[in-house]
């Protein structure tokens, strides 16, 4: 017992004539004060007991506590993040860069390839990987003193507290949490209400452009270009750098445990496409089921029957009326794949599908979980667009004969066709020693201009708010082993300025768009990098961009932007290239480091927009002509 409370004990125990002569000997009196002796006694105890004001101070300091913890964990994962970016660039792309040698040494020995270009280029290529290695000298760990913190403590004398915050673990990244998907609309608005879980920073993370107009009517489109420009970086060279095995594999799973999903043997859509059935189509199943992507988990993307049918329903075709040849027989034939090489497949470039397509998983793999609460996927447009192919391949052999003006100069010929001369059943060689190609450049702009207003036209019809671009099909299709890349880029970029600037203000939902461009390899020619980024940079920043369509140009993964501004409350649309046979994801079971593969198994576009999946992909109804 307290000796306070012990005294006190003693006192109040004391014969009433000893407490008398202490007192008073007034018996009105004496019982007054012996009943506040009481009451007293009583706080006392009561006080001693709960020990209230120990266990606050305890609290309190149990609180600094956890938030120190906290604190030191957030600073050392962001370490741990920054040493995982910072430290795996250099080795992955170092070895990027050695493949990239490998394959051209390669290439060396079988085609007898050995001048002085060529051995240069090599060269530049060692000199670039070992240069990334280097890098990885110059990093240290930078630790802050840490005399310098301020700790919690109890001051005797007054019995009061002390809590300061520890500095040395201040850094401008801040963690912030969230409870539903309405705290991202929240966060734009600049509502109290809970925000995102995501890193923001207070320097930009990544490389990113921003256009935007001083007149500029939607403040909240600002505010979202403001918030995606502070997420945290792509990770360039994860899982899905290269081959997608492991994803393919978990898309097959999906579909066969969910599905029955089975391949038909020796049967093919196109040429090295496998077909394949559904046992159990979603119009068999109960549309109350519930689905689960990869699988049932509590990390899932759940998902019912009906909510899949709707996104199935929700599928449009827009295509180009003026060009020959365009009707709905025809859009039948080429979206299961049997367009034919050549007039048939430049048909195809002028054709945009589009529909109601959930994202499943970032760049990186990593799986995005949904509840059935969730009304965020809902608001994601796949636009499937095909765009002029440079590769060459017999398919898109019209692409070659219409703009390259010197390709009997550049293509080995084959004397029967008068056509270039098909290696392994699909590609065209270049001839030894060949010259560079040379474009048609006002025809090829014309021409990108016309499919990038129709895909446009289609968003805004569909009633999309912010539009996702990307730069696919401007790396190898835009014509790199020709010498034609950094021509095509150029005007692939001109071409959709164009369009904003003239259209843009006919549009009636289209309020921004997003070019998710990231920055790859430093491929530097004549001073200056080469990329599809700093193509559209050139063209919107340094030549003045003056649409009213707000613009960013961002170095990063297209699907985190995109599912970030559906959680932020906006209809948004992403661009997903499609094959010029018409099937979505043609190739995606093949396992290889094609994009439009990854695409298809990281999204639903497999069972939204896959002829043999979606009986309104075959629908005339659904076709727009425009």
């Not at 923001?200 to 270009?225: A, C």
């Not at 109601?356 to 796949?382: G, H, N, V, Y």
């Amino acid at each position: 017992m307290n000796i306070v409370a012990y005294n006190l004990y003693n006192f109040l125990a004391n014969k009433p004539e000893q407490r008398h002569n202490v007192i008073t000997r007034n018996p009105k009196q004496r019982h007054d004060l012996n009943n506040q002796n009481l009451d007293r006694y009583k706080t006392i105890q009561q006080e001693i007991k709960q020990q209230i004001i120990a266990r606050k101070l305890f609290d309190e300091i149990t609180q600094w506590e956890q938030e120190s913890i906290a604190k030191i964990k957030s600073a050392a994962e962001k370490a741990k993040i920054d040493w995982k970016r910072i430290c795996g660039q250099p080795y992955q792309k170092a070895d990027h860069l050695l493949k990239k040698l490998s394959n051209s040494l390669r290439n060396n020995r079988h085609y007898d390839i050995c001048t002085s270009d060529v051995i240069k280029s090599d060269k530049r290529i060692l000199d670039d990987g070992q240069n990334e290695l280097l890098k990885l000298r110059e990093l240290k760990i930078a630790k802050t003193d840490l005399s310098s913190i301020h700790l919690i403590k109890l001051e005797n004398d007054d019995v009061t507290e002390t809590l300061t915050n520890t500095s040395f673990l201040h850094n401008p990244i801040q963690f912030e949490k969230t409870t539903s998907e309405n705290s991202v609309a929240s966060k734009l608005m600049g509502s109290s209400t809970d925000i995102p879980l995501i890193l923001q920073s207070q320097i930009d993370p990544y490389p990113s452009t921003l256009l935007i107009t001083p007149s500029l009517k939607y403040q909240d489109v600002r505010k979202l270009f403001d918030y995606l420009r502070s997420l945290s970086p792509m990770q360039k060279y994860g899982p899905l750098s290269g081959d997608c095995d492991v994803e393919t594999t978990q898309m097959e799973r999906f579909l066969s445990q969910s599905f029955d999903f089975r391949n038909i043997p020796n049967e093919y859509i196109v040429h090295g496409v496998k077909s394949f059935r559904l046992g159990k189509p979603l119009r068999k199943l109960t549309p109350r089921d519930i689905i689960f992507f990869p699988n049932p988990t509590r990390k899932s993307f759940v998902m019912t029957v009906q909510e899949i049918l709707g996104w199935q329903h929700s599928f449009k075709v827009y295509a180009d009326q003026s060009v020959k040849g365009m009707n709905s027989d025809f859009l039948c034939k080429a979206l299961q794949g049997l367009s034919e090489s050549g007039e048939e497949a430049s048909r195809m470039k002028f054709v945009v599908r589009i529909s109601q397509c959930p994202i499943l998983m970032e760049f990186d793999a990593r799986l995005i979980t949904r509840e059935l609460k969730d009304q965020w996927p809902s608001r994601i447009k796949l636009v499937s667009v095909t765009g002029i192919d440079f590769a060459g391949r017999i398919h898109d052999v019209n692409d070659i004969t219409t703009y390259v003006t010197n390709w009997k100069d550049v293509y080995e010929i084959d004397p029967k066709t008068g056509l270039p001369f098909v290696y392994n059943g699909r590609d065209f060689q270049r001839k030894r020693g060949a010259s560079q190609a040379e474009l048609h450049t006002d025809r090829l702009l014309k021409d990108l201009i016309r499919m990038a207003r129709l895909r446009l036209y289609a968003c805004d019809k569909e009633k999309v708010q912010i539009v996702v671009e990307t730069g696919i099909g401007l790396g190898v299709f835009a014509g790199k082993s020709i010498g034609i890349d950094g021509i095509v880029r150029a005007l692939s970029a001109k071409a959709i300025r164009t369009v904003l600037e003239q259209e843009g203000p006919n549009y009636e939902h289209i309020r921004g768009i997003v070019f998710a461009l990231p920055i790859f390899d430093s491929d530097l020619r004549i001073g200056r990098r080469e990329d599809v980024y700093q193509a559209f940079v050139d063209e919107f920043d340094r030549s003045k961009y003056n649409g009213c369509i707000p613009v960013l140009i961002a170095d990063q993964d297209m699907h985190r932007l995109t599912v970030v501004i559906a959680h932020g409350g906006f209809n948004v649309s992403e661009l997903n290239p499609a094959d010029s046979h018409g099937v979505f994801g043609e190739y995606w079971q093949n396992r290889g480091p094609a994009v439009e593969e990854k695409l298809a198994i990281t999204t639903l576009g497999l069972l939204v927009q896959h002829h043999l999946i979606n009986p309104y992909v075959l629908d005339p109804k659904h076709y727009r002509f425009v």
